[in-house]
């Protein structure tokens, strides 16, 4: 079985500061990890995914985050945020499961920036 | 191109009437998913289809929850006899499908539904 945790409900943050949304899996198996952002009365999108290769991956709004092995983590951070970053942010793991992807989705963390 | 839709975009039902939720996948996606976003409870997996076809129906919280995909394409997430706990946003995914491994899904803006 495979589980998310996000740590952080509800992050607060100051514009043009720097912020971290902590995201914590566990799995027995290999499992590839995805971040999602939500914004207000919208569906999901993906903000970056880790697949393989170079731990550290980039993503869209200047977001990247950190995979790490050893203390299965998968970190997302910003070095200044926005205004226009205030969203939820979902943590994810998927791992293949009789020939499809069984996502798994932490409960979110609520990003809200503060002018 | 067309992202997934979704209808209605709100729902209010009265407790104890059936409701049917559409979702419009991106054109060429097999793989469709359904889920639940509940008030502080994240994303919950109702079912996963593979064209036609519902391999993990495990999601589904009970026997008044059913879904169906026709054509490949269209799928109607439907709930009988509706209860007040059923009322959250439904969220519909798709993704190419295929079985390849870290495939992103693409989500639609969500229905909401209000039991009363």
């Known amino acids: 079985a495979q589980s998310v945790t996000q740590l952080d409900s509800q992050v607060p943050v100051f514009e043009e500061a720097p912020v971290e949304l902590r995201c914590n899996y566990s799995s027995s198996v290999s499992v590839y990890l995805f971040w999602y952002v939500q914004y207000p009365n919208q569906g999901l999108q993906l903000l970056l995914k880790?697949?393989?290769?170079?731990?550290l991956v980039k993503g869209i709004n200047g977001f990247e985050a950190e995979f790490n092995k050893s203390q299965t983590s998968f970190h997302l951070r910003k070095p200044s945020v926005h205004i226009s970053d205030t969203a939820e942010y979902f943590c994810a793991v998927t791992l293949n499961s009789g020939g499809y992807q069984k996502v798994t989705f932490g409960i979110g963390t609520k990003l809200q920036v503060i002018p | 191109g067309a992202g997934v839709s979704q209808s209605p975009s709100n729902k209010v039902t009265e407790k104890g009437k059936d409701v049917e939720l559409r979702c419009d996948p991106i054109?060429?996606?097999?793989?469709l998913y359904w889920y639940r976003q509940s008030l502080g409870q994240g994303l919950e997996f109702l079912i996963y289809?593979?064209?036609?076809?519902?391999?993990?129906k495990s999601g589904l919280p009970s026997d008044r929850f059913s879904a169906e995909r026709t054509g490949g394409s269209v799928s109607t997430l439907t709930i009988q006899r509706t209860q007040q706990e059923d009322s959250a946003v439904y969220l519909c995914?798709?993704?190419?499908?295929?079985?390849?491994?870290?495939?992103?899904?693409?989500f639609g803006p969500g229905t909401r539904l209000l039991v009363l």
């Open positions: 995914a798709s993704s190419l499908g295929g079985g390849s491994l870290g495939e992103t899904q693409y």
């Open positions: 880790y697949l393989s290769g170079s731990t």
């Open positions: 054109s060429g996606h097999t793989a």
């Open positions: 289809f593979q064209g036609n076809s519902a391999p993990d």
